[in-house]
């Protein structure tokens, strides 16, 4: 199973989705900030044990994408 990950910049928009997305069957969970910051750390974290390093400014920038 793969996770999707979708923000959008409107309550209104978020609203759409998530009604959406229950109609069509799809389970929604809603990540607090501080969640989605530990997804986008251990994104990092996963990469770099597959590569040879992660620098500071690569985690610093997947956490600015949460």
Do not use: C, H, N, W
């Not at 530990?38 to 044990?49: N, S, Y």
Request: negative net charge; hydrophobic residues 35%; aromatic residues 4%.
């Amino acid at each position: 199973m793969k996770t999707l990950i979708v923000t959008p910049d409107k309550d209104r928009e978020l609203q759409f989705l998530k009604e959406l997305l229950g109609k069509l069957g799809y389970p929604v969970q809603e990540l607090t900030q501080e969640e989605a910051e530990d997804a986008g750390l251990l994104t990092a974290m996963v990469r770099e044990k597959k590569e040879d390093y992660v620098s500071e400014e690569e985690v610093r920038q997947e956490l600015r994408k949460k």
